[in-house]
């Protein structure tokens, strides 16, 4: 079965510097990944997300995520955060069956606290 | 209005009482999920529904019953509510299976 674990529970950073959410999964087959954010009070909305293809994927608001195979992570970045962008952060991963479908599994999240 | 949307949005129950929170999507998705958001567990799978008139256990099923006699609706029943059934409700439901689009949540606080 797979896991996700997500290396930071809460990570604050300053308004308009770089930032980096961990993310590191296990799994013993090929894997879809995602990236959620979850603004307070609200349900989940998808970031992006890594099904196949370039391992780099992008999201409309500046964020971008690598898939590592070999280690095995889904990092999430963001060269210069915004006071809009606290929220919390969840990784997700499905397993590819190829049929089925037995939802996602998600980390525990990221508190991401943008500091002025 | 289009869209996945949650019934009642907060909820106070006591402990051994039945409650059914309600979801409902616009979508005619056929997957639909119910996960459970605690601080510290991030979000556990309790059922999901692959079609109307199929669906199976996730992660945490145990006090919990759901049915699908159509694809757009999706209730969650606690059979007799638990203080460890508090917990912020979130239904879903996906075209594909990958993407999910989550509804509001309902908060449910058992006393």
């Known amino acids: 079965a797979q896991s996700v674990t997500q290396l930071d529970s809460q990570v604050p950073v300053f308004e308009e510097a770089p930032v980096e959410l961990r993310c590191n999964y296990s799994s013993s087959v090929s894997v879809y990944l995602f990236w959620y954010v979850q603004y307070p009070n609200q349900g989940l909305q998808l970031l992006l997300k890594y099904l196949s293809g370039s391992t780099l994927v992008e999201s409309i608001n500046g964020f971008e995520a690598e898939f590592n195979k070999s280690q095995t992570s889904f990092h999430l970045r963001k060269p210069s955060v915004h006071i809009s962008d606290t929220a919390e952060y969840f990784c997700a991963v499905r397993e590819y069956s190829g049929g089925g479908a037995d939802g996602l599994t998600f980390g525990k999240g990221t508190h991401l606290i943008i500091q002025p | 209005d289009a869209g996945i949307t949650q019934s009642p949005r907060y909820k106070i129950t006591e402990t051994g009482r039945q409650v059914t929170l309600m979801c409902h999507q616009t979508w005619s998705h056929s997957y639909m999920f119910w996960y459970r958001q605690d601080l510290g567990h991030g979000l556990r799978l309790i059922y999901y529904?692959?079609?109307?008139?199929?669906?199976d256990k996730g992660e945490v099923p145990d006090g919990y019953v759901v049915s699908r006699s159509k694809t757009e609706n999706f209730p969650l029943t606690l059979e007799s509510a638990t203080r460890s059934q508090t917990s912020v409700y979130f239904c879903?439901?996906?075209?594909?299976?990958?993407?999910?689009?989550f509804g509001q949540g309902t908060r449910l606080t058992v006393v």
């Open positions: 879903a439901s996906s075209l594909d299976s990958l993407e999910a689009f």
């Open positions: 529904s692959a079609a109307a008139d199929i669906t």
